[in-house]
């Protein structure tokens, strides 16, 4: 079972004022639920983990679109840095893929890939899926099907943050930064609408901002 940072769901969070958040965002949001500087320390010995399982063959690090690319970042320049300063390094290539499941804070039954690359150059690979958020899996069980039919080497899965929610399908990722509670959650590249990526920290949306960039 893969080991991950809880949030519990009384976590109080930080005020706002104690760290810079875009004044635009001031009165969109409630707390700060991870600062970004533990995203990072997190997402370093989640890259540790990760060469020590998968290490010693070529791996395709895949980005889920859009929500991945931060934590994708991240994590490709914490695998890097484990590459320059050890006797064992292993080559890393990129592909991406953007999937499409959410209206407003609502996960919608239906899971669509919209673009990226093709799948089929999977085929034979070691894969590592980089995703920003589990929630109901049903998003990552829909990739992990269509992944399998490219008959990939192996696949493994990274998910940033996995929500504790009764909705969930029971899927759980092979590696996990952090368990958080059933709220809404914006910052560092994951969006409502599109809006709060460009917010470095994961914070707690509150229901005024949900009405304000409804679609
Ligand atoms: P799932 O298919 O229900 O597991 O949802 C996964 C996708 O929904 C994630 O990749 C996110 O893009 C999006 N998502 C789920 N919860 C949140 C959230 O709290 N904030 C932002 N996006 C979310
Ligand atoms: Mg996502």
Redesign the pocket.
Known sequence: MASYLQIADDEKGHDLDLFCVPRHYESDLDKVIIPHGLIMDRTERLARDIIQDMGGHHIVALC?LK?GYKFFADLLDYIKVLNHNSDKSVPLTVDFIRVK??CNDK?TNS?RVIGGDELSNLSGKNVLIV??????????QTLLSLLNECNPKMVKVVSLLV?RTPRSSGYRPDYIGFEVPDA???GYA???NEYFRDLSHICILNDQAKEKYKV
């Open positions: 889920v929500g499941s959410y996960s899971v995703e920003d958020i589990v929630e109901t899996g049903r998003t990552m929500k809404f959650l914006v994951l969006d409502y």
